[in-house]
């Protein structure tokens, strides 16, 4: 069975400042997706970067972008110039096509950006 | 991009009443929804999946007959909580597909909390 550990519970970042969350993975399955996941106050969840694994390029949504790195199954999450609306909980997910589509989703990691 | 309403936001029921919460794809047609729950501060645990015009696949532990799953369009997927007792009391979201490939993006509702006195 895939599973997905974030062994952060809790980070904080200066304003402006760079962060970067942790995400590693376990699977036998060589083809599949993973996504970062943001979680707000408001609980509202909002999709802030996805990466397909046939796809060597690191994917990037302007001031996000990951460090994928297949081989050692880790999955890292950079967000730069901090801004404090980036506070919220950040979920690191793994998707099998085969399976539904079902989401596999990390512990989380709560990010205080602080000014 | 996609929009995934859900409706109540929260609910506060009397134990013993069924509670029904709805989930709506607002701009796009969703063959495929999961509803989630989530309990403070931790991560969404898989509750089922559900396709539209067939029955929904629950995981391992979640009670079917408690949990009344419905997908009759494909804009609209219903959740029922049955005969709620307090330990249900939690934070229910939902999530739609918005294609047909399972590797397609999920969207997700803005949640429902759910209080059982």
Request: hydrophobic share 30%.
């Amino acid at each position: 069975a895939q599973t997905v550990t974030q062994s952060q519970p809790e980070m904080s970042v200066q304003e402006a400042e760079t962060v970067t969350l942790s995400c590693t993975y376990d699977t036998s399955e060589s083809n599949y997706y993973l996504f970062w996941y943001k979680q707000p106050p408001s609980r509202q969840m909002i999709l802030v970067i996805r990466q397909e694994a046939y796809k060597q390029q690191n994917a990037t949504e302007n001031r996000f972008s990951v460090n994928f790195q297949k081989a050692a199954k880790s999955f890292s999450l950079k967000i730069s110039d901090s801004q404090l609306g980036d506070t919220a909980m950040y979920f690191c997910a793994f998707m099998k096509p085969s399976n539904t589509g079902k989401l596999i989703f990390g512990q989380g990691t709560t990010l205080q950006v602080k000014p | 991009g996609a929009v995934v309403s859900q409706h109540p936001s929260r609910v506060i029921c009397k134990s013993g009443t069924s509670v029904k919460i709805e989930c709506r794809s607002l701009d796009f047609q969703a063959t495929t929804m999961f509803w989630y729950r989530q309990f403070p501060k931790q991560s969404l645990m898989l509750m089922a999946t559900s396709n539209e015009g067939s029955k929904a696949t629950y995981e391992q532990g979640v009670e079917k007959d408690k949990f009344l799953i419905n997908h009759a369009s494909l804009t609209l997927s219903t959740l029922t909580v049955t005969s709620a007792h307090p330990e249900d009391s939690s934070f229910y979201i939902c999530s739609a597909r918005e294609g047909q490939d399972t590797g397609d993006t999920q969207y997700f509702g803005p949640g429902t909390r759910l209080t059982v006195l």
